[in-house]
């Protein structure tokens, strides 16, 4: 059986919804809008102070979920796509490169955005949870809009696709792994609670329908942005 009844759906258009997302997208666009004109040093000190930040928030949540008695190997290894993509921001942070740059913009903001704006908290919910919840999907928009606004990375040309291929690497990982521990890591397993649009039908043809959305929005992101020829 899944362990499904500690998650907690946030339903949408709430109060509590409103608030996380407000926090979320407006922390994203004034921390950007600040630091756009702020001198070089000065937007690379205050990267890598996110890293850490980011990074302290990651280990004290995995120390409060095992103090707490939460932690599990079903739900708590970091092999969702949100918990990846969140510790690629992180060392991107640190020291941006060019392949986690392009993890970041084409996987991470879709995610991160649809994880706020559909919120499952996998955990069950406290204050420290909510926070976390929505600091980590936060982040997930912050990194990859401030390495292309602030620090003007641009994506490779052929990338996208590149990075859907290494995706499918985390699939194939999970695939497996979640019939063997009765997981449900990036929802391979099991239909996620929340309230997606995307997720159309049963087993296993929301996957199907979950990659071909994915894909789509790779390509929209790729035609918003700017890449270059390399």
Known sequence: MFAIMKHEVIPPLTLLWYKG??????????LIFILKNRKKHEQDLFLRLMSVSFFTAWIY?????????IWTIEDSLPLHLCRVSFIICIIASWRPKQWMFEWCLYLAIPAGLHAILTPELTMGRSNWLLFHYYLTHAAM???PLYLSFVKKMKARRNSWWKIVLYLQILVIINFPLNFLVDANYMYLHHKPLADNPFLI???????????AVMILHVVIIRLIFKTTRK
């Open 21 to 30: 997302l407000g926090f979320s997208i407006l922390a994203v666009i004034v």
């Open 61 to 69: 949540a995995i120390f409060y979920e095992i103090n707490n008695g």
């Open 141 to 143: 928009l912050f990194v």
């Open 201 to 211: 039908g049963e087993w296993p043809w929301y996957i199907i329908i979950l990659e």
